[in-house]
């Protein structure tokens, strides 16, 4: 009989055919020389090419210091400021060309040009300061998509004091965790915003987590408008007020090492405390900035959209910091994408004349749950779509492709995290043709491995699936766990390094991911390995599974989840949403089985398919299997908090009982 650690995990998803880039996009890349990988195998030399995008107040002396791995620090000894260069160094240029377009879910709309963007950054920095904030001190964030936080963010940035934005929809017990672990003395909030036509009265989070934290951090409070919606305590300080004292004031960008702190931001951990990842100004800077110019192919002509959160890792470094720093003009919207109807993604589109739109495989889905005729009317040319967040099954990318890009856009998926600062594994746009499903090959640069449970790496192009690592170093990566240095190698580094060695090349990255990489060089990420399930002596991935569901036509969403069997260990049990004016019907569901058996197996046959309205997502629109397996094992439901609708699991639950 085979034992769990002789177990390999398999890839079983069908091959898809490719879709080369269109000769129109090609001809005006910013990227077309597949020599661009070669020059980054100069390692770690190669690198430079990013950071000579950026404005440099002093040249590094050394690109790579590996002397203390896993430390490792980049572009040493040069100093550069993050805020001059996503400001003040477009100015000669573009000073005029609006930086940022806003569009408010209550109509009001901003085009903040990159004067109007100086001036208010230096107004906010000349207002930090005053507030006591000095260089190196942390400043946690909780706003939601409106101007204040890009300006808050680079007002910082301006002034040396690292960042820590948290999710605006994060509860009051989360931001009182982040603060705390940051030890931040001050806290810049607001009074609230709107969601779905209700003014949600934010503050009171602000509120609720004061009395939490173990400190007495100062909070500063935005405005939605110009006067305060709702109550704002006596003990906060009005950033309206504080502004108004420092009206035209001027704050010279400090010049922070490369290796200064530029943020932290926080994610989840294995042992449920959130993990502060800590990211360094030079590197990080550098590693967004060479990214978005080659992999998202944004130019400073270009209106590009990214409709992630900024309180994510996605929205720091492909909302704010790799597009400003190209000098572009980048959408903010503060809604949802289906208020107050479901074209409100397409008619901001063709409102700005999007050229490159940013989005999940969540909202992918989501779009192909309404159907095609929620984009009928509406007048918009994407040359530019990138996913991200989670692998996109084919199904998704098909219709995405046919129906959003009209097949003449490049998609490009991409994997990375929130360690890593920018994309890790993604085709070149005009250097590779696409493969739906597959992230595509390492940026110029990374190089992944595909591991055994043993640590030996899996023969390249194999096939064969693994645990997903990273072999050497990178400029975006993160420097460590704020605070707790053991942790950050506990983490990523312990399970495949020699951790006494002082040769970098002993410490590899652990992702945490399962992922194959196939005959011709593309990678599919197969999803988390805690999501990795073992029915009758097979490892699977929940990608592959879920891949197969959604060749289903009237399958909206899938997610899959392992419940405990006596007999083959573990069986798959099936979450589907449908699409819109589809009936759930005996037939349809003997149709998804089918469609596993095919294209998996009969051994991975799902025990039972589970018709629901709706999945449980975090509000970064992630599906937490983990709470479905809670519920497919009659388990107590586990924390509940990051969702974006805390009520779904037990509805789910209540529903399947009532069945």
Known sequence: MTTDDELTIESRLAEQEYFEPPTEFVGQANMTDPGVYDRFDEFPEGFEEYAAMLDWDEHWDEVLDDSNPPFYEW?????????HNCIDRHLDERKNQTALLWEGEDGEQRNVSYQDLYREVNEMAAALRSAGVGEDDIVTIHLPMVPALPITMLACARIGAPHSVVFAGFSASALAERVDDADS????????????????????KADEAMDEVDSDPDVLAWTRHNEPQVEVSDDYTLVSELLADHRGERVAPVSRD???PLFLMYTSGTTGQPKGCQHR??????????TAKYDEDIKPSDTYWCSADIG???????????????????VMYEGTPDYPHRGRTWEIAEKYDVDIFHTSPTAVRQ????????????????????TVGEPIQPEAWLWYYKHVGDESAVIVDTWWQTENGGHMITNLPAIQDMKPGSAGHPAPGIEPAILDDAGEEIAPESGEAGNLAITRPWPGMLQTVHGDDERFIDEYWERFSDTDSDDSADWIYEAGDAAVQGTDGYYRILGRLDDVMNVAGHRLGTMELESAIAEVEDVAEAAVAARDDAEKGEVPDVYVTVREGVEETEELRERIVESVEEGIGKFARPSNVLFVDELPKTRSGKIMRRLLEDISNDEELGNTSTLADPSVPETIRDQLQAD
């Open 258 to 260: 490369a290796e200064d």
């Open 281 to 290: 100004t030079g590197g990080y800077l550098a590693y967004a900035t060479g």
């Open 367 to 386: 779009f192909m749950k309404w159907g095609e005729e929620e984009l009928e009317g509406y007048d918009f040319d994407f040359r530019h779509m990138t």
């Open 185 to 204: 003395d001050h806290v810049v909030t607001i009074d609230g915003y709107y969601r779905r036509g209700d003014f949600l009265e934010h503050i009171e």
């Open 312 to 330: 994510w890792i996605t929205g720091h470094s492909y909302i704010v910091y790799g597009p400003l720093s190209l000098g572009t003009t980048s």
């Open 75 to 83: 572009f040493v000894g040069g100093k550069l400021n993050a805020s």
